[in-house]
């Protein structure tokens, strides 16, 4: 089996905690990964980050000992690939909203006959088997709109279909309120409690982009795939406070 | 004049407070100057940070609105040319341990008669005069040797010298202690105090390497070059602890 | 409000004159928009330049004072997003035929309700409000091609377009004449009278690509976003006519 | 005319044989280059190639002395233009099942009225007529799934299309075997035979991904754009070897 | 013999007329070599150029048909043999004030026994013999200082070395004048005098920084090594004043 | 301890064969280090590689397996450091002539007491002790000239430093004889054997630049640091005769 340490907690039927980032360079990822996150993803959509970047961070990934997730920039067949022969073990997907994303989606992750991703023996595949890359490989398309989630026990079901991840961000805003996270806004919490519950039942795993404060509820409400902290957002709050304190 | 928001701290007798930055990206650097910091001093030295990431990051300080210095890897005229050209305020030489040392490090750092240091129009000159230029620009070698320490007064009077900025660690294991700050150690004490007592004498700036633990108390000590935080040692701490909330 | 040159052109009722930038340099796009043009475009369709080379040069272009603004690839929203992302205020999509493309190009410009752009904070977003976003950032789509042409009423009625950018080389190929600009062909002259006429009814701006002996003649015509010279095109003139120069 | 060597090896009724670029370097392909290939093809699909790779890659290519290839990630005319662009002379498209994918495919490469690529004097066409750069430009879609070669007979009839190149790994999956070539395999077998001998009807050139140990026999088998052997896979080869009888 | 064109000028009898890059552009490089110079040179010092940069911009001129040389950032052995490894074919190296200097910069020019560079079959070597590369390469240190001034028959006299070249705003600085060319300034223009006069008395080539206005007149004076034009000087020049006629 | 498969190697007293990365990628370097080599040295001196490539090729070699090497452009202590704080465990430094030469290689690479390197936590060095570090780190200067030969005996007496690696090339080129290897050539094997027996008495490892069909000789002879191939090389001469057999 290929190593997976994001697998290897759902194995264990415990939450995996991830880190994400939005800082184009190995030198921070591999540091980051070194704090003991099961996964870290790159965030190719919001971050700065181009492929040649995400090529060395996902190296970096896992020399400090994480798995490798990319958030790519669009659910496009081209990018999915690279990323994926580049070494990255799980894929993110934003915005897909419907059956057929999702089906696209999952087509681009997996090798037929799961899929039609296009095989070539490089960095992610050289030294393994087709079977055991479908098996490894995590496909996580984002619920983030009102649509996707008028369509989720649909979109659950396409085959292939591993984990979905949602942003809860754009989802606060397609549900009418601003950006962030809208915990306490009925309408917001009860399209949480419909994922989660919807995941359970089509037996996916539910994921979700967290915050330091949100981790442990994320968790507990159900989440297995929960990304605890962005480093670009961490990194500034920690220096202006260290800034602060000096100042006094 | 040219700003130099470093110069206004010290002119308004006020300590400038300042950002390390080891990341290689203008990404990290441009956020982290906008946290308010007076200067980002890129660490060409021992962050894994090249020329080329450091334009980037030069750039991306002051568009942050700080003021860049970078520390270079040695004391070579070839590097501090080049970074000055690029736009950097103020350079920070490590290992001065002579005067002689001293003397080539304010050549290689100001245009003549002050220096030696070769004319272009290039992005850090091109609008600006070059008397304005040496006032502006910050030469601030390292004293973090015995050796050094054992030359404070003499080189403290080197023509064009403007600051000198304490490497606590290496003093540290120079004074036969290990690596870190040596606070309550007799010998590490004594030799800030002589530092900050001599500069005072030769109407020198003394700089120092802190942490956010120290910061306040270097300042208090009478340093007025302070760096508060480096950018990579913050966000591990902050990306451990938040992985650990999450884990409860 | 965003600051943004264009827009205060426009609302001032002046033209906003621009830049095009082909070469992939963050040292050249500084130095251009410090000459004082009101924009400069990245090109990443025709230029040779990749998402990393336009990260540097936005941050190049605002420390040097202008807009920044990105022609893209294509009408693919991942890359669209991206360069938003990294600070565009204005986005120019080549090859939009149709009101289906338009309506493409404003969704993936602008975010709920106005379209379905994805949002995080990070580098042209963190310190702004959706809204002021939407209101800062120009969506301009190309028009080039006769099919263009012929749809341009209905195009020019998508909501949440801003400008068209007339690519008056392509439109003149489509048009059956060579590529370049084919003033004085009277299919083309009209073209262009047309273009400018619709966009005045439909309350939209008119850009267009120029040169340094067109740009005031389109200027007169009515257009509003007039790119005045492309730096490698004006580099290699000027090269080749100093060393003519220099070789009598 | 625009000098091409695969033009010119085809016009002499030759076969042209070529390297696989994988490893993304500029100093990697200019010596590959220089050993005599007729073309080198950049993989920008499985090799871990980006775009500014790429650029740098084709001039390597060309001052080695070889045509500059490019097999891009997916069939997307974004991409498509900007490798043509920046210099390359041929375009290998993968996953090309269709005759509408054909066309696009088409389309992308070719300037009106063959296709509908915009026209711009970047570095690959500055120099050149648009009818020259069209006459010279290779679109060679990939052959490389069992629907493809159901459609083969539509696919090669559409205009402007010069070669198609068979990805005979993924052809192999398709047709249910394992990755590599399945030479031997009576299906697959066929499907080569099949490709070779509607291509000669339709006076379209056939190519395929080879190996060392392959090469001559796809010669001989009547392909005309062979290559012969992938940077990467030969360099670990020889590496391997010449550690093993260092070992003895 | 190996190709260079700024060799075969002299032998001709003929300055080599040259361009100055500052832009860390390959793309601006190849297209400032198409123009016709006879060589560009790579500003290392004072432009913004590293390595990595100066690698791909010496293949750009080289496939634009010019003889690339380097100015490197120092008389530092270490710089000077990696950009002759790359394939620069002539070295300007800075601040060359006495014949130790001149002797060190030879040393690091050439091979044994001339010097004591070192060899590896890298780019710029592997196709070539030691003799040819010594013979071929142009070791050309530049003339910047009253001190440079007052060796000039010392320095002229070092075994090995090729040509000077002087520095004009450098040397207009050390002499008491702004920076600049000091043209009609006694001592400026006995300086010049002096050195074109001692290159001719010990068969050396003079050569000298120029611009379009004084290209000319310093090939008249006697100068055979002359730089026309800076690339980002002319660019702003020219983009300046296109602007300045659109706004009218 | 640290992990170093050099060390190990010589530990069990077998020599460490190698490779030799003159191709600046770390996709090749990753794929090279997973074939088995005890390490890999990154050559800053003749390959085209600078510091960002040598970062990510250190993280390459390391995830493949082997222990990452650099032999650095020159006896400096400014990148001597940086490749250490980089995560380089043996230095190999080039022409080390004499013993102060040497002893200034050794301060470069160790901590006090035994050297003068600069402390930090950066990558290389974060999670060792400063012991740990100085007793991991391979210091090795080059002999490779008639001077370094005649003062062999006092080098090898240098303390801290671990071993010598000859250079062959150009050992024998100030030898007299031509680049390469002068295997036969009296001058040159006694060279190698004093080399070795001075070594032996000294207790330091000999260390040298082979080739796929000298290495097992190297070895037999008493050296215990053997490259046994270099990357570019390899590569070219596989690629030529692929090339050869597909055109029979």
């Known amino acids: ?6 697998r290897d907690c759902w194995a264990e039927g415990k939450p995996a905690l991830g880190a994400w980032l939005m800082i184009p360079s190995s030198t921070s990822a591999e540091e980051v990964a070194r704090v003991g996150f099961d996964y870290c993803c790159i965030d190719m959509q919001h971050g700065l ?4 970047n995400a090529v060395e961070m996902i190296r970096a990934i896992q020399i400090g000992g994480a798995t490798p997730f990319v958030r790519v920039p669009w659910n496009e067949p081209g990018i999915i690939a690279k990323v994926l022969d580049a ?3 799980g894929i993110i997907i934003p915005m897909v909203n419907s059956v057929a994303e999702a089906e696209a989606a999952v087509a681009a992750c997996k090798y037929p006959p799961a899929g039609n991703r296009s095989h070539a023996p490089s960095r992610g595949a050289r ?3 087709l079977e055991d890359l479908n098996a490894s490989t995590i496909c996580a398309p984002m619920i983030e709109t009102r649509q996707a989630l008028d369509s989720i026990d649909d979109i659950l079901q396409v085959p292939g279909l591993d984990a979905v991840y949602v942003g809860p961000s754009d989802l606060s805003i397609s549900l009418g309120f601003g950006p962030g996270n809208s915990d306490g806004q009925e309408t917001f919490d009860s399209a949480l409690t419909r994922i989660i519950s919807a995941c359970k039942s089509h037996n996916i795993i539910a994921g979700i982009q967290a915050n330091p404060h949100l981790a442990s509820r994320r968790v507990s409400a159900g989440f297995r795939l929960v990304t605890v902290a962005a480093d670009i957002f961490q990194l500034t709050d920690i220096m202006a406070s260290s800034l602060e304190s000096a100042s006094k």
């Open 127 to 129: 030294h393994f088997a």
């Open 49 to 52: 980050i181009d492929y040649q």
């Open 87 to 89: 070494g990255a073990q």
């Open 1 to 6: 089996m290929i190593e997976n340490r994001v």
